[in-house]
Structure formats: C-alpha cells, structure tokens
C-alpha cells in the first residue's frame, strides 16, 4: 500500500471520529435540556401545588381578623360558658367535653391580632388586642377559680388536669404548626371552617386557662404556673406564626401621614416582636434540653434497666434541676450492679454528668427469698427421707414381731394347734371369757419324775356368779382336754 492511500484512510478515520464526538455532544445536550426541562417541570408543579399568595384575600383577612378582635357581650357570654364546660370537663376526666368546650372558645381572635398587627405595624389594633386578651385570660383565670373552688367534686386531680402543668416540645410544635394552619386557612378565599376547628381544638388554649383556675382555687402553684406557661407558649407562638404568614403574604403594611409617627411605630413594633420572641425561644430552648434528658432517660431506663432480668425496677426518678437521677428497686443491689449502671449511664450524651442514686430494698431481695425456698426445698427434702426411713423400719418391725409371734406359737403348739386358734375358739365357745392363758408347766409329785401340765389362766366376766363360773370352768376343762387331747389339762381363776 502507498504512503498516500495510508495518509487517505488516517483522514478518513479522523473524519469519523469527529462525527462520533459530536453525535456524543449532541446526545449530551439532548440530555441535558431533558432534565432541565424535568427540573422547570417539577419546579412549577411544587409552585403550582404549594404557592397560596393568589389565593389570598388580604382585605378580608384584615376585616375578618379585626372583628374577632372585640370582646363584650355575647363573646363574653360564650367565653364564661366555654369556661365552665372545659373545666367541667377536666373534672370529670371527659376529653370529649373539653374538646366540646375548645369549639366554642372565643381566645383565638386577639391572638390573631396581635400577631398580625405587628405584622403590619397596626399600633391601634395591637393595643386592642392586647388588652382584649387581658381581659379574656382574667375573666376565664376567675371563672374557673370560682368554678373549682365551691363545686362540691372539684377537688380530684384527673388525667385531663395533669396533662396541662408541664409543657414540652411537642406543644411548642403543636402551637406553631396549629397557628400556620389557622392564619393560612384565614387568609385563603373562602375560609375553611374545618380547619379553623381544627386548629381549634389541637392548641387547646382553654384548658391550661381552667387548670390554671384550679391551681389557684387549691393553691397549687406549681400547676397554676405550669398551666399558664403552656396558654403562653400557645399564644405566642400562634402569634408569631400570623406575623411570619403575613410577611410571607406580603400584607401592606400601615401607611401614615406622618413619617416620623411612621418610623416610630415602625420600631415600636420591632422592639415589640423582638421582645415577644425572646421569652418562646428561651422557653423553646429550655423544653428542647430537657426533651433531650427525658428522651436519654427513657433509652437508659429501656436498655440497661428493664431489659435486665436480674433487676427489679420499683420506681425511678428524673431530677433536671439537680442533674441527678435516682432509682428504686425491690431486691439488694450489689456493687458491681451499681458500678455497671454508673458506666452505663456515661454513654448517653445529655444525661451523662448526672448523678445516678440507686436505693435496693434489702428486706425484698429476690436473692435472699430464692435462698429461703432453696433451703425449704431441702430441709423438705430431709424430712420426707427421715419420713420413709422410719417408715421402713416400722414395717420391718411389724415383720419381726410378726415373725416371732409364729414362732413363739410354733415353739408352744400342742397337737398342732396354736395358740392364736385355739383363743380365739375358746372366746366363740364361751363369750364370757375376758381372759386366756396357756403355758406348759413341769410338775414332780415324788420329786424324782418329772410331767408335763397344761395350765390355762382364765379371767371371766364380774357379772357371772361363782357357781356360773364352776360350771363353765369345767365345760371349758372337758372342751380343751378334747382339743389338746390330753388329761393333764388345768383351769386356773384369775
């Protein structure tokens, strides 16, 4: 092959390498301009679906808020009703009653105004909702004073009372997502009465106000200041969700003639929010620390307390405050137990610097009770052997006596008749006999021959007289002389 055929074909190879690459770029690109037309796509299908500005009537949002603000007469009325339906509702442990009394609750319009006032620098409404809210929270605290102070049942601390006195993270939540449906759900076109209820009923803002009133009817402070630190978290952060929806909105915010007023207003507002924010985040913060101590508390409790067979767990406490976390258990705790639970314990991050005291009940130990019955079982155990053994022998002995008297009674046979049989004959013949006797007896006359004598030793009943008794004392004679067969027979009288 020439040179130049070689240099025609390189050409040639090099030609279709450069289609290649450019049909790659063009596939590239087709890619590309794919997945960025996807990505518009998806974009305006999450603006489409999530965007609610176009559907905002800002006037009658505004308009509508303001008339909830008001409170005199039939909101009045409604308020002290609502009162008194929650507060007998926690009394009687009826969360359908108090969800009831959440419906009717007139609280949530000077909520909405504050938050909304701030907003867009309404002085004027921010003052009316204020002091309308005052009013609110003074008139429920009374009414549910007077409520739980003379009702005669009002002194029982049920489920629905307890669940208001301590605040955590999950009502922070609860309030900040419950006031974005609410403000979202008023702003819309048309508003969603559902929701509204909904919302009602979830920040739940009448109940910490009645268990409020029943820490003051009973003087309890701690609920009474655990209760109104729940209605003010509620509060707040049902305000603060309004204030963020409508920036979000973008609702007009107040126009003065006076700029300088304006301005004012302006910054009385900033100082406003910035203030109303510092207590919720310090309370949010504070419920969140001690969120994360409970959370590590419960994981050690599961893990290294109650999946422990050996260990019996009474009653355990958790001391915040004190960082310290206590434990009672029924049964002795030994010191290696303690050493490993102390170990233990540094493994969780929050709760790793508490102090953990552990309290065993030696009185209760499972150890010292399994001992005791392990003891019971062999003492019970000895005395069932002590039992058979001298059972045992009581048999032999029976054998042995049994086995003597067929000697004794082979040994004193006359004629082949034992004693035993000829007894028991003679009582058949002659009832009268209580008592029989027989015996051989060597007797000599002369002193040089030695006879064998029968002697029978009888005793016969008191009631006989004596002739009686001769004659059957000689019946008895003639009877065992025919038995024995012998003459030399004698009848002895007891």
């Known amino acids: 092959m020439s040179d130049e055929s070689k240099f025609n074909f390189s050409e040639e190879e090099q030609q279709q390498q450069l289609d290649k690459d450019k049909a790659v770029e063009e596939k590239k690109e087709a890619v590309r301009q794919d997945a960025k037309g996807l990505f518009v796509s998806v974009r305006t299908f999450l603006s489409e679906l999530l965007d609610f500005r176009d559907d905002t009537d800002r006037d009658a949002t505004i308009a509508a808020i303001k008339g909830d603000i008001s409170f005199k007469g039939a909101t009045a009325w409604i308020l002290i009703c609502s009162i008194f339906v929650a507060s007998v509702g926690l009394n009687a442990d009826s969360t359908a009653v108090v969800i009831g009394a959440m419906l009717i609750s007139p609280l949530m319009g000077p909520i909405l105004g504050i938050g909304m006032s701030i907003a867009i620098n309404d002085i004027d409404t921010l003052r009316k909702s204020l002091i309308n809210l005052a009013i609110m929270i003074v008139l429920s605290l009374l009414t549910a004073y007077l409520f ?152 050690f409790i599961a893990d290294e307390v109650i999946s422990n067979n050996e260990l019996w767990l009474q009653n355990g406490t958790l001391n915040t405050d004190d960082k310290k976390i206590t434990l009672y258990f029924n049964g002795e705790i030994t010191e290696a137990t303690e050493v490993d639970l102390r170990n233990e314990l540094k493994r969780f ?28 079982i062999v003492e019970l155990d000895k005395k069932d052997n002590i039992i058979s053994g001298l059972q045992k022998e009581i048999s032999e002995l029976q054998e042995n006596i049994s086995g003597l008297n067929q000697q004794l009674e082979a040994q004193s046979a006359s004629g082949g008749i034992h004693f035993s049989t000829l007894a028991k004959d003679a009582k058949i013949r002659f009832s009268d006999l209580e008592y029989f006797g027989y015996a051989k007896m060597l007797e000599s006359k002369d002193f040089i021959k030695v006879d064998t004598l029968t002697v029978t030793n009888v005793k016969w009943k008191s009631s006989i007289n004596d002739s009686i008794v001769t004659v059957k004392e000689g019946e008895l004679l003639s009877w065992l002389k025919q038995e024995l067969k012998t003459d030399k027979i004698r009848v002895k009288r007891n």
């Open 349 to 376: 991050d929050k709760i790793n610097d508490f102090e953990l005291e552990i309290s065993g009940n030696k009185n209760r130990s499972i150890d010292k009770i399994s001992e005791a019955y392990d003891r019971a």
């Open 148 to 299: 739980f102070e003379f009702f005669p049942l009002g002194n029982q601390e049920t489920s629905e009372l307890l669940g208001r006195v301590k605040p955590d993270i999950r009502d922070v939540l609860i309030a900040f997502f419950g006031g974005l449906a609410l403000i979202i759900a008023r702003t819309k076109k048309g508003t969603i009465a559902s929701v509204i209820f909904g919302v009602a009923i979830a920040t739940a803002l009448m109940p910490p106000l009645c268990t409020a009133g029943y820490g003051l009817a009973h003087g309890n402070w701690s609920y009474f200041l655990g209760a109104m630190n729940l209605f003010t978290i509620n509060t707040i952060f049902i305000a603060l969700a309004t204030f963020i929806v409508l920036k979000v909105l973008r609702f007009p915010m107040l126009k003065y003639a006076n700029s300088a007023k304006r301005r004012r207003i302006a910054r009385f507002a900033a100082l406003v929010a910035i203030l109303v924010m510092i207590y919720p985040t310090i309370t949010f913060l504070r419920v969140l620390k001690n969120s994360g101590f409970e959370n590590d508390y419960n994981s």
